[in-house]
């Protein structure tokens, strides 16, 4: 089924200057940005964002890093998008993703790994809304 997922390039990967690479993989893959926009966020909206994680032991760590710079922000539609894009960016941990994913090429740690995507359909759902309005999203043709 055409689905739409929420993707981030993180502060890490935007500071290395590939937001264009990483789109050109999402691009080659048949997926679609039907909304985008770059944010510098703050840590009220980062905490809120990953208020799943709140009592990780990582938490903290993971707001800090996701407020030390801006970030690229997009919508990506497609046949099966959240697990494409899970697909195209590989495991969490750089170091466990499969060559060529984009976490291998372009992450260094589990902390900055370069990009974040949407894991399941409901948290795509809400991820997307928590960035976008429906009006700010383009249905893809
Ligand atoms: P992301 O997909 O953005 O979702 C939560 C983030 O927390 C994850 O990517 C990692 O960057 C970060 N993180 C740090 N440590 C861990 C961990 N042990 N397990 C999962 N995520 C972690």
């Given at each position: 089924a055409v689905e739409r997922t929420l993707s981030i390039i993180k502060p890490d990967a935007v500071a290395k200057n590939v937001i264009g690479q990483i789109y050109a993989r999402f691009e080659n893959a048949g997926?679609?940005?039907?909304a985008a926009k770059m944010a510098w966020l703050s840590a009220q909206e980062a905490g809120e964002f990953y208020a799943?994680?709140?009592?990780?032991?990582f938490y903290a760590e993971l707001v800090k890093f996701m407020t030390s710079g801006p970030v690229m922000i997009q919508v990506l539609e497609g046949e099966n998008a959240i697990a494409k894009n899970r697909d195209l960016m590989g495991a969490t941990d750089p170091k466990k993703a499969a060559p060529g994913t984009i976490r291998a090429d372009f992450a260094e740690s589990i902390d900055a790994n370069a990009v974040h995507g949407s894991d399941g359909q409901d948290t795509a759902k809400a991820e997307v809304a928590f960035f976008f309005p429906a009006m700010a999203v383009y249905a893809g043709r």
């Open positions: 997926l679609k940005i039907v799943v994680h709140k009592e990780r032991p």
